[in-house]
């Protein structure tokens, strides 16, 4: 307990962009597991198509590459908050919508999958960035370092309480309502999108400036 209370020492000592930027990305790495792993998982189940799962992959590193390119663009009319935010946000909500749809078709995934990567692609590079400018020489290792570590938690836990949710929840009655397991995936989406929202609440909090061409 000693320990943990002079790590949360330190942690309060730190600059307060870097604090908000710290929190910020704590809340999305309970989100990350859910788009890396169990978005996937919804589109095979749903299609039962290999190929459809391949096209979803597809169409998101299109939009990967799309916005991280116009990014810097963006940059020049847009708060570097506002890009990482809008990353975040849709993350969660077009993963809502795709999973609301009731027939996945080629369309929809190719929509769906775009803007997912257009997401990541905001989130990450805007990341960066702000890791960058809101870090110096002498606090970058314990920022990247204590990063790594929340995602290294959350990539194992989560996927372990959402799969246990997923398991427990199908064919269960709540409320006169019988959950299949795609409402059991949309629960988890709704979830997801309550916690893109805290998170984009705590990152507003921060003092964030673009870079200066």
């Known amino acids: 307990m000693n320990k943990l209370k002079t790590e949360y020492l330190f942690f309060r000592q730190q600059e307060h962009n870097m604090k908000v930027l710290l929190i910020t990305n ?16 919804y589109v095979m189940r749903n ?13 998101m590193y299109l939009g990967i590459v799309t916005t991280s390119f116009v990014n810097g663009f963006l940059l020049r009319y847009y708060n ?3 890009l990482y935010s809008a990353g975040i946000l849709v993350s969660g909500l077009s993963m809502f919508a795709m999973m609301t749809i009731k027939s996945l078709g080629m369309v929809e995934l190719g ?3 775009f ?3 257009a997401a990541s692609g905001f989130f990450w590079t805007n990341r960066y960035l702000l890791a960058l400018n809101n870090t110096n020489d002498d606090n970058r290792n314990y920022f990247f370092g204590l990063e790594s570590f929340f995602f ?14 997923l398991s427990l929840m199908n064919g269960k009655e709540f409320w006169g309502i019988v959950f299949d397991i795609n409402m059991s995936y949309q629960a988890v989406t709704l979830g ?19 870079p200066q061409e």
Not at 47 to 59: C, G, I, K, N, W
Not at 192 to 200: N, P
């Open 47 to 59: 299609t039962s198509d290999p190929t459809m799962v391949a096209f979803y992959q597809l169409a």
């Open 192 to 210: 997801v999108v309550f916690i893109t929202l805290i998170a984009c609440s705590v990152l507003w909090k921060g003092n964030f400036k673009n």
């Open 26 to 41: 704590l809340f999305y790495a309970l989100v990350l597991p859910v788009v890396e792993i169990f978005v996937g998982a």
């Open 115 to 117: 803007f997912m990567g």
């Open 80 to 82: 570097v908050k506002t």
């Open 111 to 113: 929509i769906a999958g």
């Open 152 to 165: 290294s938690i959350t990539s194992i836990g989560v996927p372990l309480v959402i799969g246990a949710f």
